[in-house]
T-cell receptor, first 115, second 111 residues
Framework: DTGVSQDPRHKITKRGQNVTFRCDPI?????LYWYRQTLGQGPEFLTY????????KSRLLSDRFSAERPKGSFSTLEIQRTEQGDSAMYLC?????????????FGQGTRLTVV | EDQVTQSPEALRLQEGESSSLNCSYTVSGLRGLFWYRQDPGKGPEFLFTLYSAGEEKEKERLKATLTKKESFLHITAPKPEDSATYLC????????????FGQGTTLQVKP
């Protein structure tokens, strides 16, 4: 297992365009998270999936953002009508569910630049 | 509102000069406190989980401790390869496992 994989690593887009990012979690992990990180700040929670169900969304997640996790495997995060303020690192993390090991493992992130 | 605050924001050390990073938290129903290391342009790398006050964890030159209000990451005799941003995160009462992060401490170790 190579860990959490994210694609693409970098994305430059023009304002107003739509973008989609993909995350492949660690195979046996049923919990999946999306976070956003801006320069000099810690990651901020965006949304959480348990298997295929999206169970929590942050108030930070505007209507332009949508996430899916079909069949409880990989996940996609789509941003519609991108704005310059969407420029950030988008991080995906996964963890197993259980009373013991609850640490989340992160992917390398997708760096989005909106010009 | 749950909050995690790290200090200092930046720290410069000479190789071999030991120091500590602080993470203060106000989180209801703390389920766990996590330390991550993040290199520039990369995702956070898991270091430690602490679950209860008094607990300590060690890994190479790093040691993490936890009290009811804060956690410390002690770095003993650091090397230049320890240079990175260290992130503290808390898992609160929500059973989703989501993390509340501090803003991080950027450590630079000079040879």
């Amino acid at each position: 297992d190579t860990g959490v994989s994210q694609d693409p690593r970098h994305k430059i887009t023009k304002r107003g365009q739509n973008v989609t990012f993909r995350c492949d979690p660690i195979s046996e992990h049923n919990r999946l998270y999306w976070y956003r990180q801006t320069l000099g700040q810690g990651p901020e929670f965006l949304t959480y999936f348990q298997n295929e169900a999206q169970l929590e969304k942050s108030r930070l997640l505007s209507d332009r953002f949508s996430a899916e996790r079909p069949k409880g495997s990989f996940s996609t995060l789509e941003i519609q009508r991108t704005e310059q303020g969407d420029s950030a690192m988008y991080l995906c993390a996964s963890s197993p569910q259980g009373a013991g090991n609850t640490e989340a493992f992160f992917g390398q992130g997708t760096r989005l630049t909106v010009v | 509102e749950d909050q995690v605050t790290q200090s200092p924001e930046a720290l410069r050390l000479q190789e071999g000069e030991s120091s500590s990073l602080n993470c203060s938290y106000t989180v209801s129903g703390l389920r766990g406190l996590f330390w991550y290391r993040q290199d520039p342009g990369k995702g956070p790398e898991f270091l430690f989980t602490l679950y209860s006050a008094g607990e300590e964890k060690e890994k190479e030159r790093l040691k993490a401790t936890l009290t009811k209000k804060e956690s410390f990451l002690h770095i003993t005799a650091p090397k230049p390869e320890d240079s990175a941003t260290y992130l503290c995160a808390c898992q609160g009462s929500s059973n989703t496992g989501k993390l509340i992060f501090g803003q991080g401490t950027t450590l630079q170790v000079k040879p």
